[in-house]
């Protein structure tokens, strides 16, 4: 059974940092693309980041670009988010998701996590 758990989330400041992290279990993790999605009360769900399998290709949505980063440790099942320069707009659910092929839609993505949550007081 494929599980993905999150952790790392909580309140923090505008202008502070977090680090996600999203443990696999379940399925050969290298062989997978992850990625990181958020959802705030009452909007859809929103591309943040992703990171191939050797973790040679990165992209991020552009509401991230350049304040949050992507990582991945294959020999620990696990794939990182680092977020940088919060905002009160960062605040969201995050959810990490295991997609056989690469790219930035959540239809793409063949196992979720249950979510961490992030706010970002201002």
């Known amino acids: 059974q494929v599980q993905l758990v999150e952790s790392g989330g909580g309140l923090v400041q505008a202008g502070g940092s977090l680090r996600l992290s999203c443990l696999a279990s379940g399925l050969t993790f290298s062989s997978y693309a992850m990625g990181w999605f958020r959802q705030g009360t009452g909007q859809e769900r929103e591309f943040v980041a992703r990171i191939s399998w050797g973790s040679i290709s990165t992209a991020y949505g552009d509401s991230v670009k350049g304040r949050f980063t992507i990582s991945r440790d294959n020999a620990k099942n696990t794939v990182y988010l680092q977020m940088n320069s919060l905002k009160p707009d960062d605040t969201a659910v995050y959810y990490c998701?295991?997609?056989?092929?690469?790219?930035?839609?959540?239809?793409?993505?063949?196992?979720w996590g249950q979510g961490t949550q992030v706010t970002v007081s201002s």
């Open positions: 998701a295991a997609a056989s092929t690469l790219g930035e839609s959540s239809r793409m993505y063949n196992y």
